[in-house]
């Protein structure tokens, strides 16, 4: 199994983000796919789950209404789009299938 997650980056609040992962090693259509965040010193939170299907997704409290998780199936990809971005959504975020995860790609919001 392998995750590569791709577009992280220094933005201004309120501006937006697209994160991707690109899967590989597994049914990629088989499985939901998250997004989790990390702050040193800080609990791991989950940001968002998308069903296998793309049907079903799920998010925190704490970025309902600004982020959106997708997929595309054929690409074996997964997006988080993060729009109104906040200075506490910086963090490093990763892409997971269970217990597999990518290397994380880091989000700075600063002025």
């Known amino acids: 199994v392998q995750l590569v997650e791709s577009g992280g980056g220094l933005v201004q609040p309120g501006g937006s983000l697209r994160l991707s992962c690109v899967a590989s090693?597994?049914?990629?259509?088989?499985?939901?796919m998250s997004w989790y965040r990390q702050v040193p010193g800080k609990e791991r939170e989950r940001v968002a789950v998308?069903?296998?299907?793309?049907?079903?997704?799920n998010y925190a409290d704490s970025v309902k209404g600004r982020f959106t998780i997708s997929r595309d199936n054929a690409k074996n990809t997964v997006y988080l789009q993060m729009n109104s971005l906040k200075p506490e959504d910086t963090a490093v975020y990763y892409c997971?299938?269970?217990?597999?995860w990518g290397q994380g790609t880091q989000v700075t919001v600063s002025s």
């Open positions: 090693g597994f049914t990629f259509s088989s499985y939901a």
């Open positions: 998308i069903g296998s299907a793309g049907g079903t997704t």
């Open positions: 997971t299938r269970g217990n597999n």
